[in-house]
């Protein structure tokens, strides 16, 4: 199975800026669309950002658009969320996620659409 692992999360204050990497195993990364969620004690999981396999398109929630970016390096199988002016409100377990199989790319705001997740990096906002 494709394994994935987070890493940067931490605790900034509120203006800062994080990095959050997603290190992914196997061989045919570049295939994978990828994502990020969050997800905070008692509430749902929420969709943050996705990029496509082909690399080309991006997406993000309303509440972090202009702020974070999503990019990918296939060369180090490995995306990245850049989370820039983060806000208290941002303060998650964020997790990354893959889709092997390709699947419809208008359901990528759906935990659904992703096969394979990493077991989540803190990011902690404080005021």
């Known amino acids: 199975q494709v394994q994935l692992v987070e890493s940067g999360g931490g605790l900034v204050q509120a203006g800062g800026s994080l990095r959050l990497s997603c290190a992914a195993s196997?061989?045919?990364?570049?295939?994978?669309?990828m994502g990020w969620f969050r997800q905070a004690p008692g509430k749902e999981r929420e969709f943050v950002a996705a990029?496509?396999?082909?690399?080309?398109?991006?997406y993000y929630a309303d509440s972090v658009k202009g702020r974070f970016t999503i990019s990918r390096d296939n060369a180090k199988n490995t995306v990245y969320l850049q989370m820039n002016n983060l806000k208290p409100e941002d303060t998650d377990v964020y997790y990354c996620?893959?889709?092997?199989?390709?699947?419809?790319?208008?359901?990528?705001?759906?935990?659904?659409?992703?096969?394979?997740w990493g077991q989540g990096t803190q990011v902690t906002v404080s005021s």
């Open positions: 990029i496509k396999w082909s690399g080309g398109s991006t």
């Open positions: 196997g061989r045919t990364f570049s295939s994978y669309s």
């Open positions: 996620a893959a889709d092997k199989y390709r699947a419809n790319w208008s359901l990528r705001r759906s935990p659904e659409y992703y096969d394979y």
